[in-house]
């Protein structure tokens, strides 16, 4: 019995050392992502509290998203807003009400005399800011939205700013079509 015990005791003992090596390759994991989402939720944010949306021209990149009404953003936009029958100060303030009432939202600017929202929305897992502009706007005497979603930092954003952009769109358009 002694060989077949010792033979047991050392697969044993391999056995444990490579569970105590996924643990703690585990906990390494872990702690590295902890700490890549406290660096990620220190990071600034860059914007601009003023954005001439008349002459914007949206980059050409996979990290951001541009709406507009037809006709406005030099055909750069690329997803077509729906016109309002309602005051420019109502559309203001619904989409202001709608921004701050998202998760991990916090505005960074609001001017009620350029009608003109800068908001940031932190990504859920680890923190990287995407900044998000929003402006009401006259169209042929009724008002558009103007929005322009972004990432502050990488090249790609897995779809992330079209979706919130949409998000944005189809919800105000649900609560504003209600209303009226």
């Not at 929202?117 to 990287?128: C, D, H, K, T, Y």
């Not at 706007?137 to 919130?164: C, M």
């Amino acid at each position: 019995y002694g060989n077949a015990l010792d033979e047991y005791v050392e697969s044993l003992t391999l056995f444990w050392k490579k569970i105590h090596s996924i643990i703690r390759a585990g906990l390494w994991f872990g702690i590295c992502t902890l700490i890549a989402a406290a660096i990620a939720n220190m990071l600034p944010v860059r914007y601009s509290a003023k954005i001439d949306f008349h002459n914007f021209e949206a980059p050409q990149s996979s990290n951001a998203i541009l709406a507009c009404p037809r006709g406005r953003c030099g055909g750069s936009g690329s997803i077509q807003t729906r016109i309002y029958d309602i005051s420019k100060e109502k559309l203001f303030f619904e989409a202001k009400g709608f921004l701050q009432a998202l998760p991990r939202v916090s505005l960074l600017h609001s001017d009620e005399s350029r009608l003109q929202i800068v908001a940031v929305q932190r990504s859920r897992l680890m923190g990287f800011p995407d900044t998000i502009w929003v402006q009401v706007v006259d169209v042929d005497e009724k008002v558009g939205l103007i929005i322009f979603s972004r990432s502050n930092y990488g090249l790609w954003d897995a779809g992330v700013n079209i979706k919130r952009v949409k998000n944005i769109l189809t919800s105000l358009n649900l609560k504003l079509t209600a209303e009226n």
